[in-house]
C-alpha cells in the first residue's frame, strides 16, 4: 500500500489493457471474455431493468439469487448454506475477499496464501493491518507438469499468529487445481491449528480433461470454518456486471456482512435477476462451457509451444503461464511491457503475483477470447 501522499500502483491489469488499446493490441492479458454471456441472461436483466427493479437490493442481496446460489452449491457440492443466513452477495468475488478478509484478520495477523496468488488477496491482507505469508507453490517439471502444493511447506508457514488460510483453486495465474491429497493437506491443518479459511472458487467451472473441482468446504471438518467465494463473472462472461458471493455457515457469512454493509452496502439489483436466471442454467451449460475452454486452452498452449515458449498446460481457468527463458528474456515485466509495440499482443507478467515482485522469466496469457483472436494473437506472437 502507498503511503500519504503517494500515488496508489495501478493494478496490472489497468496498465496492460491501457497498453493494449493504445496499439491496438490483441489483449490476452487481463481476463475477461471477449463475448457476452448468454442472451437470456443478458434478456432477464434488460427486463429487471424495464421492471422497474433499480433500485437498493437487500444489503445479502435479493432472496430469489440467494436461494439460486444455495441451491447450486447444494446441487454440485451437495453442501447446504442457509440461503438467508449462510449466502450474502457482493459486488464481485473481489469485494467478498476484501470483506472476508477484512472481517477476520485484525492487525498484526498473518494470512497464509499460495503463491503466486491474485493482486488483489495482498491489497486487502494490507488494509486489514496483516501480514501476507506466501507459500510457493512447486513450479512444473516438463510440459506435461503442473504447479503443486508442497504440504510440509503449508504446515511450516504456520505460525502463532496465523489467523486465515487463504485458498484459491482453480488457480490463477498456474491453472493448478488441487488436488484431493492437497486439499486434505490444508483441511488438516486448519482443523489442527483452528483456523479460518477462505478459498476463491471463482473458476469452479473451468477445469478440464474429466478432473474434479472439490470444494474446501466439503472437507471433513471445514464446513464450520470456510467461507466459499464465487463469481457470476466467470461462469457467465458477464465480469462487468459484478455479481460475486460468499457461501458458508451462518456464524461466519454475518461477519463478512457486517464488513460489506460499510463497502458497497448492496450493488447491481438488475444484475442479481439476471444472474438469478443464470443459475438456472442445466448441467449442459456448465459441461458446454469447460469444453469450449478445454479447445481454446489447447490452440493456445499448442501454439505458445510452437512458438517456443516453455510453456505448462493448466488443469482449469482461462490462463496459461509460459516461460521465456527460451528467448533470452529475464524479465516479465519488460518483456509484457514491450511486447504491444513490439508484436501487438498483451500478457501480465507472473511477478505480480508474486509479494517480492522480483523479475521472474514468465508470462501469463489468458485465453477467455474467440478462437479466431487467440490464432491471431498467435500469429502476431510467431
Ligand atoms: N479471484 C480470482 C482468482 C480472480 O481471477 C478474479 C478475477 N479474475 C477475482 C477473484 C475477482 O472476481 P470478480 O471479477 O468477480 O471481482
Ligand atoms: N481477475 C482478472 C485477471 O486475473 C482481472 C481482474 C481485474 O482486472 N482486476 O486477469
Known sequence: MSGPGRRPETTIFTTMS????????VNL???FPDESGPSHII???ARAMRDGHNQYPPLAGIPELRRAIAAHQRHWYDLAPDPDEGVTVTAGATEALTAAILAFVDPGDEVIALEPSYDSYKAAVAMAGGTLVPVRLDAPEGAQGH????????AAAVSDRTRLLLVNSPHNPTGTVLDREELGAIAALAVERDLIAVTDEVYEHLVFDGREHVPLATLPGMWDRTVTIGSAGKTFSVTGWKIGWATGPAELVARVKDVKQWLSFASGTPFQYGITEALASGDGFYREYAAGYQERRDVMVAGLAAIGFD???PEGTYFVTAGIAPFGHEDGLRFCLELPERCGVVAVPTQVFYLDQAPRAEVR???CKRLDVIEEGLKRLR
Open 311 to 313: 510453456v505448462h498446460e
Open 365 to 367: 496469457f489468458a485465453f
Open 147 to 154: 504447479w503443486r502444493l508442497d504440504p510440509a511447506r503449508l
Open 29 to 31: 492479458g487481463q481476463g
Open 43 to 45: 434478456e432477464a436483466a
Open 18 to 25: 491501457a497498453l493494449a488499446q493504445r496499439h491496438g493490441a
